[in-house]
């Protein structure tokens, strides 16, 4: 019985090499630029107090105003708090891995 | 961001819908002002829009290069003012007719309703860029 149909498949020598990991380019972005993105948002919530505290005491006259910057800092927030959880949840899945 | 950029746009139309309502008040308020600060009976004011930039394809038709409204000037109009006859007022002519403002109440409410409804449509674009904005970042919440 022949078994030259599969026999080109032994033939070919099986190696398995794994693709070497590449350390990430230097000068890319880092942990650090995250931070400065929190930072930013800190600053932004901290102006944010002193509207609301300008509308409280009748010192502003563009309510609308402080109010979109209110919301924009709350959507600046969410997206912040999401990435947070995404990256959370990675590590996570991570450490979980079987070894 | 360009959706933030939306958001400064509803902004600048609250502004000038603001600046419209506040010149409309100001003349239903002095509907009755016979005289003015030279003298002269209060003229009836409207405020002039224009805008910052005109939006062209080489700007890339980014949200920030659109063009936004901004109330350039509050200017007096032409209407000549109203004669009443009221010989007892201290402002009477010799043949006892007072000027008082053309205030048009009629318009004036008009313009009232048109301030009110151009706030919401602000209002609404506002909305509707948030609701966007907030069904994207939702997009990452976990199942």
Same mark, same amino acid.
């Given at each position: 019985?022949? #078994?030259? $149909?599969? *026999? $080109?498949? +032994? $033939? *070919?020598?099986?190696?398995? !090499? *794994? &693709?070497? /990991? &590449?350390?990430?380019? %230097?000068? +890319?972005?880092?942990?650090?630029? /995250?931070?400065? +993105?929190?930072?930013?948002?800190?600053? !932004?919530? $901290?102006?944010?107090? !002193?509207? #609301? !505290?300008? /509308? %409280?005491? +009748?010192e502003t006259s563009d309510l609308h105003q402080v109010m979109m910057n209110l919301e924009k800092t709350r959507l600046t927030f969410e997206l912040a708090l999401q990435v947070r959880n995404k990256t959370l949840e990675a590590y996570q899945e991570l450490m979980r891995m079987q070894v | 961001m360009d959706?933030?950029?939306?958001?400064?746009i509803s902004s600048a139309g609250m502004s000038v819908e603001q600046s419209r309502l506040a010149v409309a008040a100001s003349n239903l308020a002095n509907a009755r002002t016979s005289t003015g600060v030279d003298g002269t009976p209060f003229q009836p004011l409207k405020a002039v829009v224009q805008t910052t930039s005109y939006a062209s394809v080489e700007a890339g038709l980014a949200a920030e290069s659109l063009p936004r409204p901004v109330v350039q000037s509050v200017v007096p109009t032409e209407a000549a003012p109203r004669l009443v006859y009221d010989p007892g007022h201290p402002d009477a002519d010799e043949k006892g007719f007072v000027s008082m403002p053309a205030v048009d109440s009629l318009s004036t409410m008009m313009e009232l309703i048109s301030v009110s409804r151009g706030y919401e449509a602000n209002l609404r674009a506002f909305d509707v860029t948030r609701h966007l904005l907030q069904s994207t970042i939702d997009m990452g919440k976990s199942r």
């Open positions: 019985m022949s #078994i030259e $149909a599969i *026999a $080109a498949i +032994g $033939a *070919a020598p099986f190696t398995f !090499q *794994a &693709s070497p /990991v &590449s350390a990430p380019p %230097a000068g +890319g972005e880092t942990f650090a630029a /995250v931070l400065d +993105g929190i930072n930013s948002l800190n600053e !932004q919530m $901290a102006r944010n107090d !002193q509207a #609301i !505290q300008a /509308v %409280a005491l +009748g | 959706l933030f950029g939306v958001f400064d």
